[in-house]
């Protein structure tokens, strides 16, 4: 199950936040594979607005999802996409960075 932290500043948050359920939906597109099809509300999101911080980008997002090959291959391609959707849809998040974190999976629910 993939997990999306969204880092920014209040403002940026607040015209965020109503496109969180495309987002949602996006990542989940993004993410799924031939391995692994990923179902939107199996995507954890949430935005942070950090008490003090020194961000890189006006708007951060960090990315964990499982390891699977087809995503190692396309990484950079996810990252990228993601980053452009959401200057698309919401041009207030401003200057974007995405990370993908990508690795083994241990959880605590059952099949």
């Given at each position: 199950?993939?997990?999306?932290?969204?880092?920014?500043?209040?403002?940026?948050?607040?015209?965020?936040?109503?496109?969180?359920?495309?987002?949602?939906?996006?990542?989940?597109?993004?993410?799924?594979?031939?391995?692994?099809?990923?179902?939107?509300?199996?995507?954890?999101?949430?935005?942070?607005?950090?008490?003090?911080?020194?961000?890189?980008?006006?708007?951060?997002?960090?990315?964990?999802?499982?390891?699977?090959?087809?995503?190692?291959?396309?990484?950079?391609?996810?990252?990228?996409?993601?980053?452009?959707?959401?200057?698309?849809?919401?041009?207030?998040?401003?200057?974007?960075?995405?990370?993908?974190?990508?690795s083994?999976?241990?959880h605590?629910?059952?099949?």
């Amino acid at each position: 199950m993939p997990s999306l932290n969204i880092y920014t500043n209040k403002e940026r948050a607040k015209s965020l936040k109503e496109y969180l359920p495309k987002l949602r939906e996006f990542i989940a597109k993004e993410l799924s594979c031939r391995d692994r099809k990923i179902d939107s509300n199996e995507v954890s999101l949430r935005i942070i607005v950090p008490n003090g911080s020194l961000l890189i980008a006006d708007t951060e997002l960090e990315i964990k999802a499982h390891k699977y090959p087809e995503r190692v291959q396309k990484q950079d391609e996810i990252c990228l996409s993601i980053k452009d959707f959401v200057q698309r849809i919401c041009p207030k998040a401003g200057l974007t960075y995405v990370w993908l974190q990508l690795s083994e999976l241990g959880h605590s629910t059952k099949a």
